[in-house]
């Protein structure tokens, strides 16, 4: 007759335990993701492709391409390098649209000092963009500079911002 270590089965059935509850949660994660990229195909249009990945989504369309990303937190190297870099504060999503010839950035940032708008608007301007407008409401700012085919736009407030880079085909 074998004698079984308590021990050892106790620690082979938690082992057991936590592989099946990762594979559920893993597999139930998964089926999540495909109903809500239905739910956006249906939403936008049959003709979209839609694909979640944790913090990402990427949206297909006969327009164009949209990714949001809350995993990438660097400046995108893709920018135009005409484009000085924000380096203020912490980047804590990147948003991408590819339509047509066009593309656009949309950086959301926290943690930015109230003073540094004033400094990137002049950043901008001795890097020869114009800029085209400038609003101010309370602790907010909201701007635009123009380039060539290059378009920025900030908006900052109470320790946010986000900033919107264009470039025209």
């Known amino acids: 007759m074998k004698i079984f270590n308590p021990i050892s089965l106790t620690r082979v059935l938690a082992l057991f335990a936590a592989i099946s509850l990762v594979t559920v949660s893993t597999s139930c994660k998964r089926a ?3 109903t809500q990229e239905k739910i956006i195909e249906k939403a936008i249009g049959d003709k979209a492709d839609v694909d979640l990945d944790d913090e990402k989504i990427v949206i297909k369309t006969d327009e164009g391409t949209f990714t949001a990303d809350a995993n990438m937190q660097s400046w995108p ?3 135009p390098n005409d484009v000085p870099e924000f380096k203020n504060g912490k980047i804590v999503m990147v948003n991408t649209q590819n339509m047509g010839e066009g593309k656009n950035w949309v950086l959301i940032f926290e943690n930015v000092s109230p003073s540094e708008s ?6 901008l ?3 020869g963009y114009k800029i085209n407008f400038t609003t101010r409401a309370g602790t907010a700012t909201h701007f635009a500079a123009e380039k060539g085919n290059i378009t920025v736009t900030f908006m900052g407030d109470e ?3 986000s900033i919107s880079v264009g470039v025209d085909g």
Do not use: H, P, Q, R
């Open 77 to 79: 190297k893709e920018i």
């Open 125 to 127: 301007e001795s890097n």
């Open 32 to 34: 999540a993701e495909k």
């Open 159 to 161: 320790g946010g911002a």
């Open 118 to 123: 004033a400094k990137y608007k002049e950043t």
